[in-house]
């Protein structure tokens, strides 16, 4: 650890219960309160402080999230995210899936990084197995996840550009990121929930020709990422809705388990790539990207910079990348190769086996933690030794960082909201699960 | 001084059994000496609470890896904590049961783990005591049940909608 000792701040902020920051109040309570002109008591009272209802389905909200606001004016007092709009109960069909057929319900979770839940679903489900993937496949993953990155980066450079009316940018992150899924679909055969990664290795091979397509995406994202510094970070109007706003010390992020670019946005030091090294993050050279004062600049700009260090990642991949197989030969996970079955009984009996039943997971509970683009992404597994998990908990990054959204927006206007929302960058289908 | 006072007290000097399972650290306190090892483990540098989730072992009750001296229950609290500092995290697995699905809440500790404690009121059942906003978040208020507990069934079930509104 780095010998100068960062200053934490005050985190009492967050713990206070009186709900300085956070609504706590049911969603009839608030029905209540909110504005009424024909009823000349909540009027009355509505003229000093509101309750303003903001979604569930307003464009800056990513999806369906829903903000109760207590207005005085046009400052935010205290707010509460609503959120269970694009709850499918996922954690539940995990527990009806196979272990082999899990990989396709996690993928829906966060969807704008899909390989991540992929990858930190298989790699519980492989601590449980006791498994060991081919170094092929380890690699294949961080290029894929880090590509991934990449992409869910330009995502966020797209959106935040576009809540905050710099509506031409929406339009080039969606350009780049496009580039990349195209890469995607080439590889995985899906843009996107691409069950690509699955216990045991990855579904398939690279693609003929994948470095020329790898090194396509590095000749072409760079330049264009500086161009997105001319368009945005010297921009005063960009700067000013920004700066300042939504400001978060590194004790409060701890203390509310906010992880990832919003941790360290505010300038603590902390990535499970290189805290917690999984795969092979120990071999490539990288760094971490950290703030200084923990606004929304600072949350826009660490994710800039993510990108740049995500693609030089994958430029050492392109040398680093071993030959040999794609996924493990544990003849236990691994269905036989097509051709086997048309040769042997027993192969395709061994087949069918595995993709009706499903292979039986040694009894136990295992956590695994990514970091996701998000912050950490963690698998929670129980297994009772049958073919599917018993329990199957996936710890989204943007469930926990949601948390933080009351405090970022407390004492300021109505309009740093959206500012807000969008810098904290949830996913709402990864919140909801 | 409240029961659980007594409770807290009469452990606090019982050592917590503990396991390591495919290299991570779980710890098994019970359910009375639950907040005062989350507050020592705190104060020994686990800065961060990184999950919060419920196992419903009803129909799995004679799991192995348990140690000697922790009676199985129905529900378990499963907790994640991370100590940045000496890069160590370690999991608490708190037996809860059925008869009385309650545990303290870990807000003055640690006030992340409010919506994850909200997520498990709302898909478990199972209460935190002294919480803050003790209410559902991700089904509507008005649902009925928790439906990750074992015995709430699977496929077609009716929809609760919310009646609309007739005032506009």
């Keep these: 650890m780095a ?13 206070r ?28 009272r509505a003229a000093e402080r509101m309750i303003l209802n903001m979604g569930p389905a307003h464009p800056s909200t990513h999806g369906v999230l829903r903000l109760l606001l207590e207005m005085e004016g046009e400052t935010v007092l205290r707010s509460k995210p609503i959120i269970g709009y694009l709850h499918t109960g996922m954690e539940k069909t995990g527990e009806n899936l196979t272990f082999l057929q899990g990989p396709t319900n996690v993928t829906r979770m966060d969807y704008a990084s899909p390989l991540f839940s992929e990858l930190v679903f298989a790699l519980a489900t492989e601590q449980l197995l006791g498994i060991e993937v081919p170094e092929r496949a380890t690699w294949i993953r961080m290029l894929m996840c880090e ?32 580039e990349v899924l195209r890469f995607f679909e080439k590889v995985t055969g899906l843009r996107m929930n691409h069950n690509y990664i699955r216990p045991g290795g990855v579904a398939a091979d690279l693609s003929d020709g994948w470095q020329d397509d790898v090194r396509h995406l590095l000749d072409i994202i760079p330049p264009r990422l500086d161009e997105y510094e001319v368009l945005l970070n010297d921009q005063p109007i ?11 010390a590194p004790a409060e992020a701890l203390a509310l388990s906010a992880t990832g670019p919003i941790l360290r946005a505010t300038g603590y030091d902390w990535d499970l790539r290189r805290d917690e090294p999984y795969l092979a993050y120990d071999r490539v050279d990288f760094d971490v990207v950290v703030g200084t004062c923990g606004d929304a600049f600072d949350r826009f700009a660490v994710r800039l910079e993510e990108i740049r260090q995500s693609l030089h990642i994958v430029e050492q991949i392109l040398d680093l990348l071993p030959d040999g197989d794609y996924r493990t030969q ?21 087949h069918f086996k595995i993709f009706t039943e499903g292979f039986h997971v040694p009894e136990g509970e ?27 908990h996936i710890r989204g990054p943007s469930f926990a960082n949601l948390q933080t959204l009351p405090h970022l927006m407390h004492g300021r206007l109505v309009a740093d909201a959206v500012a807000v929302i969008s810098s904290v960058d949830p996913i709402m289908g990864e919140v909801d699960r | 001084m409240s029961e659980t006072d007594v409770a807290a007290e009469a452990h606090e000097d ?18 009375g000496a639950y907040l005062a090892t989350v507050e020592s483990l705190r104060d020994e540098g686990y800065c961060t609470a990184t999950d919060l989730t419920v196992v419903d072992y009803l129909t799995h009750p004679g799991r192995s890896g348990l140690p000697g001296g922790v009676q199985p229950e129905r529900f378990e609290v499963v907790v994640g904590l991370f100590d940045h500092a000496r890069r160590e995290r370690v999991r608490l697995r708190i037996q809860v049961p059925a008869d ?3 545990v303290p809440s870990l807000f003055d500790l640690f006030p992340g783990t409010e919506a994850m404690e909200r997520e498990a009121w709302d898909l478990f059942g199972v209460s935190f005591e002294g919480h803050p906003d003790h209410s559902r978040i991700l089904l509507p208020e008005d649902w009925v049940g928790h439906p990750l507990r074992k015995d709430e069934g699977i496929g077609a079930i009716p929809v609760q909608f919310k009646s609309a509104s007739d005032r506009r």
């Design chain 2, 14 to 31: 019982a050592p917590v059994a503990s396991t390591t399972l495919f290299g991570q650290d779980v710890l098994y306190p019970d359910r």
């Design chain 1, 238 to 248: 960009f700067r000013g809705r920004l700066q300042g706003v939504g400001v978060l």
């Design chain 1, 330 to 350: 544990d003849k236990k996970v691994t269905p036989p190769p097509r051709a086997r079955i048309d040769e042997s009984m027993e192969a395709l009996i061994h």
């Design chain 1, 3 to 15: 010998a100068v000792r960062l200053d934490l701040g005050d985190d009492e902020r967050v713990r």
């Design chain 2, 100 to 102: 009385d699905p309650t």
């Design chain 1, 366 to 392: 295992v956590y695994a933690a990514v970091e996701s683009p998000r912050g950490e992404l963690g698998c929670y597994l129980v297994s009772d030794g049958g073919p599917k998990p018993y329990r199957m």
């Design chain 1, 147 to 178: 590509l991934n990155r990449v992409a869910s980066h330009l995502l966020f450079q797209a959106t935040n550009g576009m809540d905050l009316g710099a509506v031409s940018m929406m339009i080039y992150g969606w350009r780049e990121r496009e």
């Design chain 1, 17 to 44: 219960r009186d709900g300085s920051a956070v609504l706590r109040m049911t969603e009839v309570e608030a029905a209540d309160l909110v504005l009424d002109p024909h009823d000349p008591v909540t009027g009355e």
